[in-house]
Nanobody
């Protein structure tokens, strides 16, 4: 059974940067589509960024040009580099391995 463990969340001022990591165990991620999703209080979970096994990427409009998703298959890890953070980026961020594996989430809080 695959396990996904996120790290790298925290408190940052608006305009700052954070890098999230998600390391998988129990399965090699190289042939899987991976993604980052987020859920803010009172809102539904939404897609932030996706990266396919061939490294094709898709981003939500709200993060284009600010966030970058990448993967290191040798480390069985996917990353989310978040720059120019805004207050509205505050949420719990979840790692996803398609179709149905989720991490426990990591809190990102951006102070205005």
């Amino acid at each position: 059974q695959v396990q996904l463990v996120e790290s790298g969340g925290g408190l940052v001022q608006a305009g700052g940067s954070l890098r999230l990591s998600c390391t998988a165990s129990g399965r090699t991620i190289s042939s899987y589509t991976m993604g980052w999703f987020r859920q803010a209080p009172g809102k539904e979970r939404e897609m932030v960024a996706i990266i396919t096994s061939g490294a094709y990427t898709i981003y939500a409009d709200s993060v284009k040009g600010r966030f970058t998703i990448s993967r290191d298959n040798a480390k069985n890890t996917v990353y989310l580099q978040m720059n120019s953070l805004k207050f509205e980026d505050t949420a719990v961020y979840y790692c996803h391995l398609r179709p149905d594996a989720w991490g426990q989430g990591t809190q990102v809080t951006v102070s205005s």
